[in-house]
Structures are given as structure tokens and as C-alpha cells.
């Protein structure tokens, strides 16, 4: 989400988290992402066509697909998101593939600070393409993240929430 016209995006961890959970929701897999000026473009393949018959019939065809995912569009996703936190674990065994993956790959990018990203999946393994542009002037720089580096980068997650704010004390109250 952009807070100011022509600013850095704010918050890809939640972003991409919201929107890989509507990619699990899909069952999307070998997934390319593209952010654009007004929200991101993702395209991956999905099985489609599976139905009861012949053994041939019954596997479905895979095709890909393309999503256009505007602002408001991940607004909404992050809302809902907010509202089903809490009850149960979402973060937990449960979550989706892409949910927990496109998460902490997001923490990554917002330590980053890019203009732009494009990012792309190939069998667990994703590869991050970021767009830096400052008064030196204008740079890529790719990262990679292996299976085994999401399984890292989850179990360190932990150790990167922020301790909840204890309540505020009224006034004239004693400890």
C-alpha cells in the first residue's frame, strides 16, 4: 500500500502474506509476481476441469492464470486477514504455503526498501528481483530464497515480533 503518490510501497510483509493466502485459497502454484503502479499482477498455474469419469478426465488439465490484484483489492484482503487473526493459528502448521512463504519473504524486502519488486517461484524456491532507485541513481539486486532459507526465515519469525505494548496506567494510580 502506498501512502504517498509515487512513494515506496509500506508493509510487504502483510501485503504479500494477504495475498498468498488468497493464492493457497486458489491452489495457484510456480507463481510469478509483479508489482504495478496501482497494486500487483501475479500469474501461476492452477488445476482446472477436474471431474469424475475416466482416470485421463478426472486429473484436470493445469493452466495458467493471470490476477490483477489492485490497492483496494489487498486493503480488503489485509482487513479480512486482520479479522480471523486470533482465532486459531494462522501462522501455524495451518497456514498455506504461500502465506507463510510470501511473509517472511515480504520482511525481507521491507528491510530492503525498494521502489519495485518482481519475484517468481519454481518449486518452492523463489528469486526476488529489487528496484532501488536514489540520488545515486538506479540499481536491481536479486536475492534468492531456497526451500530450506523459508524454513529458516519461519523459525526465526518469532524472535521479530514486536513484545505487545502493556496498558497504559491511569493517572494517579500506584504499582
Known amino acids: ?25 486458489r491452489g495457484m502454484r510456480e507463481i510469478l509476481l509483479v508489482e504495478a503502479p496501482d497494486g500487483f499482477i501475479v500469474q501461476g498455474l492452477v488445476h482446472v476441469g477436474a471431474a469424475s469419469g475416466s482416470w485421463s478426465e478426472s486429473i484436470g488439465q493445469i493452466e495458467k492464470e493471470t490476477l490483477t490484484f489492485l490497492d483496494e483489492d489487498i486493503a480488503r484482503f489485509m482487513d479480512e486477514a486482520l479479522a480471523h487473526r486470533g482465532q486459531g493459528t494462522p501462522m501455524g502448521p495451518n497456514a498455506g504455503q504461500y502465506q507463510r512463504a510470501l511473509r517472511v519473504i515480504g520482511r525481507y524486502i521491507d528491510e530492503q526498501k525498494p521502489r519495485d519488486v518482481f519475484l517468481f517461484e519454481q518449486d518452492g524456491a523463489f528469486v526476488v528481483r529489487l528496484h532501488h532507485a536514489g540520488q545515486a541513481g538506479s540499481r536491481h539486486t536479486l536475492a534468492e530464497f531456497t526451500r530450506e532459507d523459508i524454513d529458516s526465515l519461519l523459525a526465526d519469525a518469532p524472535t521479530h515480533r514486536k513484545p505487545p505494548t502493556p496498558p497504559a496506567k491511569a493517572a494517579g494510580a500506584t504499582a
Open 1 to 25: 500500500m502506498r501512502i504517498y503518490e509515487g512513494s515506496p510501497r509500506q508493509d510487504f510483509e502483510e501485503v504479500l502474506r494477504s495475498i498468498g493466502t488468497f493464492l493457497d485459497q
